[in-house]
C-alpha cells in the first residue's frame, strides 16, 4: 500500500541574512545572474544533487529531504521517503516504499518528466533540479524547489553577499511570490545553489505570524557516477500502473467497534464532530491531491454521495477526508484543496485533517481508505486502495444497513 507521512528529523538550520556587499536590480543583471544558475543545472555532466527543505513555525520544525543523480548519458536517478524513480536504458521505473516485490515500468516515451507526470497524474512530482535540467521550458522552479510554498514567483533583486552560515562569497537573488520573500544563495562563479531563505505568510492569518522556510543544497559535479544508475527488475512483479502495484482487497476488511470520534474542518467552512452524526450512516474517504489511486477512487465517492443525496438524504452523509496534504500551513492546504475539488467538479463536502492524529485512530497506513459507519456509531467496512466496484459494494453496504439499522 502507498503511504505517506510527514518527515520529522529536526536539523538545526537558521535563518541567516546575507550580507550585500553590492547590489543590482536592473533587468539585464537579474537575468545574467538567473542565467548563470539555470545553465548550472542543465549541463550534460554527470552530477548528484540534493535537497533539504526545512520549516520553522515557532517551536515546531519539519524536514523533507530527496536527492538527484545525472548521469551524462541522460540517465536520472530520483529518491524521495516515499518513492523512488529511475530513468535508464529508454524505459523509467517506479518504486515504493514498503512494496518490495513489484515495479512499475513504462517506456520514456516523450520524456522521463513527462513520464513521470503521467504515472503520477501530477507534474508536482517532479523535483526543481530535473525540471531545470530535462525540460525546455521548466516554468516556476521555485515553486517547485519550495513544494508550492512559493509560488507564482519572480526574481526582483541580485546581490553580493556571503553564505549562510560561513563566509564564502555568494550570489544572492531576491525572491518575491505571493506568499512571501527570500534570497537565493548560489555560487557566484559556478551558479550552483546552495540554500534558499525565505519567510511564509499565511493570508487566512495574522500577518506577524510567519513561517521560516529553509532550503539547503548540496550539488557536485562528477567524473562518473558510483554506483552507476541502472535498476534490475529481476524478481518483482512488472506493472504499468500506480494501482497495479497496490495489494488488490477486493473485499472490505472487516471492523468492528465504536468509530472514533472527531471534529475536523471542512472545506466550505465550519466543523464537523462526528458524534454528532449519530443516527445517520457515515461515509468516510481518506485521500489527497496527489495520491493516484484517490484521483481515482473520488469519483466513485461522488457517484455514491449523489445517489444517497437523491435517495436517502436524511439517513446517509458522505465525506471526503482530505489526509497528508503537503504544504507549509492550513492556508497552503485549503488553497490546493479547494483548486483540486473546484477543477474536478466534486459537490460532495471534504473535510481536511492536518497531522497525523486522525489516519492514526482510524489504522489509516496508506490511502485511499474509505470508512463505513452504522447509525449505532460502529465501524462496519473499510475499504482499502482503488476498486472498480466501489460504488456497488457502498451501495449494498448501505441499503443493508437501512434494512437492519432502524
Same mark, same amino acid.
Given at each position: 500500500?502507498?503511504?505517506?507521512?510527514?518527515?520529522?528529523?529536526?536539523?538545526?538550520?537558521?535563518?541567516?541574512?546575507?550580507?550585500?556587499?553590492?547590489?543590482?536590480?536592473?533587468?539585464?543583471?537579474?537575468?545574467?545572474?538567473?542565467?548563470?544558475?539555470?545553465?548550472?543545472?542543465?549541463?550534460?555532466?554527470?552530477?548528484?544533487?540534493?535537497?533539504?527543505?526545512?520549516?520553522?513555525?515557532?517551536?515546531?520544525?519539519?524536514?523533507?529531504?530527496?536527492?538527484?543523480?545525472?548521469?551524462?548519458?541522460?540517465?536520472?536517478?530520483?529518491?524521495?521517503?516515499?518513492?523512488?524513480?529511475?530513468?535508464?536504458?529508454?524505459?523509467?521505473?517506479?518504486?515504493?516504499?514498503?512494496?518490495?516485490?513489484?515495479?512499475?515500468?513504462?517506456?520514456?516515451?516523450?520524456?522521463?518528466?513527462?513520464?513521470?507526470?503521467?504515472?503520477?497524474?501530477?507534474?508536482?512530482?517532479?523535483?526543481?533540479?530535473?525540471?531545470?535540467?530535462?525540460?525546455?521550458?521548466?516554468?516556476?522552479?521555485?515553486?517547485?524547489?519550495?513544494?508550492?510554498?512559493?509560488?507564482?514567483?519572480?526574481?526582483?533583486?541580485?546581490?553580493?553577499?556571503?553564505?549562510?552560515?560561513?563566509?564564502?562569497?555568494?550570489?544572492?537573488?531576491?525572491?518575491?511570490?505571493?506568499?512571501?520573500?527570500?534570497?537565493?544563495?548560489?555560487?557566484?562563479?559556478?551558479?550552483?545553489?546552495?540554500?534558499?531563505?525565505?519567510?511564509?505568510?499565511?493570508?487566512?492569518?495574522?500577518?506577524?505570524?510567519?513561517?521560516?522556510?529553509?532550503?539547503?543544497?548540496?550539488?557536485?559535479?562528477?567524473?562518473?557516477?558510483?554506483?552507476?544508475?541502472?535498476?534490475?527488475?529481476?524478481?518483482?512483479?512488472?506493472?504499468?500502473?500506480?494501482?497495479?502495484?497496490?495489494?488488490?482487497?477486493?473485499?472490505?476488511?472487516?471492523?468492528?467497534?465504536?468509530?472514533?470520534?472527531?471534529?475536523?474542518?471542512?472545506?466550505?467552512?465550519?466543523?464537523?464532530?462526528?458524534?454528532?452524526?449519530?443516527?445517520?450512516?457515515?461515509?468516510?474517504?481518506?485521500?489527497?491531491?496527489?495520491?493516484?489511486?484517490?484521483?481515482?477512487?473520488?469519483?466513485?465517492? !461522488? &457517484? #455514491?454521495?449523489?445517489?444517497? %443525496?437523491?435517495?436517502? /438524504?436524511?439517513? +446517509?452523509?458522505?465525506?471526503?477526508?482530505?489526509?497528508? @496534504?503537503?504544504?507549509?500551513?492550513?492556508?497552503?492546504?485549503?488553497?490546493?484543496? !479547494? &483548486? #483540486?475539488?473546484?477543477?474536478? %467538479?466534486?459537490?460532495? /463536502?471534504?473535510? +481536511?485533517?492536518?497531522?497525523?492524529?486522525?489516519?492514526? @485512530?482510524?489504522?489509516?497506513?496508506?490511502?485511499?481508505?474509505?470508512?463505513?459507519?452504522?447509525?449505532?456509531?460502529?465501524?462496519?467496512?473499510?475499504?482499502?486502495?482503488?476498486?472498480?466496484?466501489?460504488?456497488?459494494?457502498?451501495?449494498? @453496504?448501505?441499503?443493508?444497513?437501512?434494512?437492519?439499522?432502524?
Amino acid at each position: 500500500m502507498m503511504k505517506c507521512t510527514p518527515f520529522l528529523p529536526v536539523l538545526a538550520l537558521a535563518m541567516v541574512p546575507s550580507v550585500v556587499l553590492a547590489s543590482e536590480d536592473d533587468s539585464n543583471a537579474i537575468d545574467a545572474a538567473v542565467a548563470k544558475v539555470t545553465s548550472a543545472y542543465r549541463t550534460k555532466a554527470a552530477m548528484t544533487v540534493g535537497t533539504t527543505l526545512t520549516l520553522v513555525l515557532d517551536t515546531e520544525k519539519i524536514s523533507e529531504t530527496f536527492s538527484t543523480r545525472f548521469d551524462s548519458d541522460g540517465g536520472v536517478e530520483i529518491t524521495t521517503p516515499n518513492f523512488n524513480c529511475i530513468s535508464d536504458d529508454g524505459y523509467v521505473y517506479v518504486t515504493i516504499s514498503g512494496l518490495d516485490t513489484v515495479v512499475l515500468r513504462r517506456p520514456v516515451g516523450e520524456g522521463p518528466t513527462k513520464t513521470m507526470a503521467d504515472i503520477f497524474r501530477t507534474d508536482e512530482v517532479v523535483p526543481w533540479d530535473v525540471a531545470l535540467r530535462l525540460q525546455k521550458e521548466p516554468g516556476d522552479w521555485i515553486s517547485r524547489m519550495t513544494f508550492g510554498l512559493m509560488p507564482e514567483s519572480s526574481f526582483t533583486g541580485v546581490s553580493s553577499g556571503v553564505m549562510p552560515g560561513d563566509d564564502a562569497p555568494a550570489m544572492v537573488l531576491e525572491i518575491t511570490s505571493s506568499r512571501g520573500a527570500g534570497q537565493l544563495y548560489a555560487d557566484p562563479n559556478s551558479g550552483e545553489i546552495h540554500a534558499l531563505v525565505a519567510l511564509i505568510s499565511n493570508p487566512a492569518g495574522p500577518e506577524e505570524i510567519q513561517t521560516k522556510l529553509n532550503i539547503q543544497i548540496d550539488t557536485k559535479m562528477v567524473d562518473v557516477l558510483e554506483p552507476p544508475i541502472s535498476f534490475d527488475a529481476k524478481g518483482r512483479k512488472v506493472v504499468e500502473s500506480i494501482e497495479d502495484m497496490l495489494p488488490k482487497e477486493p473485499e472490505p476488511a472487516p471492523v468492528e467497534g465504536i468509530a472514533p470520534d472527531f471534529t475536523a474542518e471542512q472545506l466550505d467552512g465550519g466543523d464537523v464532530t462526528l458524534s454528532e452524526l449519530r443516527g445517520k450512516i457515515v461515509v468516510l474517504d481518506f485521500w489527497a491531491t496527489w495520491c493516484g489511486p484517490c484521483r481515482k477512487g473520488l469519483p466513485l465517492i !461522488q &457517484q #455514491f454521495a449523489d445517489w444517497a %443525496k437523491e435517495h436517502h /438524504p436524511q439517513d +446517509i452523509v458522505v465525506y471526503a477526508v482530505n489526509v497528508w @496534504e503537503r504544504g507549509s500551513d492550513a492556508s497552503v492546504i485549503v488553497q490546493k484543496v !479547494q &483548486q #483540486f475539488w473546484e477543477s474536478n %467538479k466534486f459537490t460532495m /463536502p471534504t473535510l +481536511i485533517s492536518y497531522g497525523n492524529a486522525l489516519t492514526n @485512530e482510524y489504522k489509516v497506513s496508506g490511502i485511499p481508505v474509505t470508512v463505513m459507519i452504522g447509525r449505532n456509531g460502529n465501524m462496519v467496512a473499510k475499504h482499502r486502495g482503488y476498486t472498480a466496484s466501489l460504488f456497488d459494494d457502498l451501495k449494498a @453496504e448501505a441499503e443493508r444497513l437501512l434494512a437492519t439499522e432502524q
